[in-house]
């Protein structure tokens, strides 16, 4: 009867004990070699911290991600438990990283340059992730839209956010006149409802960063090409990945921008 008794107890004190652990390590079971296709990963919860960033730290952040829940909206603290992290997980951790470089690693500028006329009215964006979309059936928003709705169609440049090869250009029912590149990282950098291309870009075509691409339109919901006004001016910035299981894996643009603001280039226009 004792010896029951006892190895209750051993299993009562065990079961508490890990609890406790898991609790206090949340690194520790929070990561493994598909964490980056998650919706987690996808929604990309930057937070206004890192943002803020002059260039990124991927330990930190990688670090973070994890210990915070894939969530830094509230975080505002750079500590972190990174090197246990990566004694626990080593490969799951670097995979993670390796995600956020290719994503984040070779972006250089805000896609829509500001206006230095002080009395022109800028863009505005929000986080629309996920947000409900009709056209073409029930889906959600895999991208962020800049308005430029105070200004007509054409008014406003867009400049690659990367260096980069041109992979798809020309209409697209859903996206309008519309440009993808392929950043040398892997990212795939979406731009769509363009009222008109910079020049003729072809497949193949290089791209260097902050170089003109087109101009904000209203263009796409359509099969016929050059329909507009089914929406209003905007820019649709889609982020993509290549993962173990995805050809095309969205990721949320939206902190991302915010990243890119303080590295906007200034045109007069």
């Given at each position: 009867?004792?010896l029951?008794v ?14 406790d652990?898991?609790y206090n ?5 929070q990561?493994?070699?598909?964490t ?11 937070g ?28 505002k603290?750079?500590?972190?438990r990174g ?5 626990v997980?080593?490969?799951e ?17 805000f ?16 986080n629309?992730?996920?947000?409900p ?10 991208g962020c839209?800049l ?9 406003y440049?867009?400049v ?6 041109v992979?798809k250009?020309?209409?697209l029912n859903?996206?309008?006149w ?20 910079s ?18 339109g209203?263009?796409g ?17 889609g982020?993509?990945l ?9 990721v ?7 990243y890119?603001?303080k590295?906007r280039l200034?045109?007069?226009?």
């Open positions: 009867m004792m029951i006892f190895f209750i107890m051993i299993l009562s004190v065990f079961h508490v004990t890990m609890i652990y898991l390590n949340p690194t520790f079971y990561l493994n070699a598909y980056w296709e998650s919706d987690d990963f996808r929604s990309l919860k930057l206004k911290m890192v943002a803020e960033w002059d260039s990124i730290d991927y330990d930190t952040l990688t670090a973070l991600m994890v210990e915070h829940q894939y969530d830094l909206t509230k975080v603290d750079k500590e972190n090197a246990r992290l990566k004694k997980k080593p490969q951790y670097r995979k993670l990283k390796n995600a956020y470089i290719s994503l984040l690693g070779d972006l250089r500028f896609p829509v340059p500001l206006n230095m006329k002080t009395d022109a009215p800028d863009i505005t964006y929000e629309g992730w996920m947000d979309r009709t056209y073409g059936g029930e889906r959600g928003h895999e839209d308005m430029g709705n105070k200004r007509p169609r054409g008014y440049p867009v690659s956010m990367s260096d980069g090869v992979e250009v020309g209409w859903k996206g309008g519309r440009i993808g590149i392929r950043a040398p990282g892997g990212a795939y950098l979406y731009y769509a409802h363009l009222y008109g291309y020049k003729e870009w072809k497949e193949g075509d290089t791209v260097r960063a902050g170089e003109l691409l087109g101009f904000m209203d263009t919901y359509s099969e016929i090409e050059g329909t507009t006004g089914n929406f209003d001016v905007h820019l649709h910035v982020i993509y290549k993962t173990d299981h995805n050809e095309e894996m969205s949320n643009p939206y902190w991302v921008l915010k890119l603001e590295y200034k045109y007069s226009y």
